[in-house]
């Protein structure tokens, strides 16, 4: 495990307990955070799992073409912040890592 934190639509913050090997959308969703839509379960065609990354950007692997896409016709897409939650395995090094979860379309 290790301790993210999420800022959800209302900026109400919340420290979890993530667990690594999963993604950072399920940790999102298991922790019950209703604003994090996720509709296509993780697939990479959604985008309604779209987090700003305001802390720990660096430590995430690139983000693949496919997800780049997607962001880019994201209406609130921002460079250097924008990522897939869904597309996002959390591992050890990620603890001290903020998120907020982006609007909606
Ligand atoms: S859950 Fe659909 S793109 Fe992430």
Do not use: W, Y
């Not at 509709?39 to 692997?61: A, P, Q, R, Y």
């Not at 990522?83 to 890592?97: H, K, P, T, W, Y």
């Amino acid at each position: 495990m290790v301790k993210i934190s999420v800022t959800d639509l209302e900026g109400e913050t919340r420290d979890i307990d993530a667990e690594v090997g999963m993604s950072l959308m399920e940790n999102i969703r298991d922790n019950d955070f209703d604003d994090l839509a996720a509709i296509c379960g993780g697939c990479c065609s959604c985008c309604t799992c779209h987090v700003f990354v305001e802390d720990g950007f660096d430590k995430l692997e690139a983000a693949d073409d496919d997800e780049m896409d997607l962001l880019e016709d994201n209406v609130h897409f921002q460079s250097g912040t924008s990522r897939l939650s869904c597309q996002v395995e959390i591992n050890d090094d990620m603890a001290g890592l903020k998120v907020t979860i982006a609007p909606e379309e």
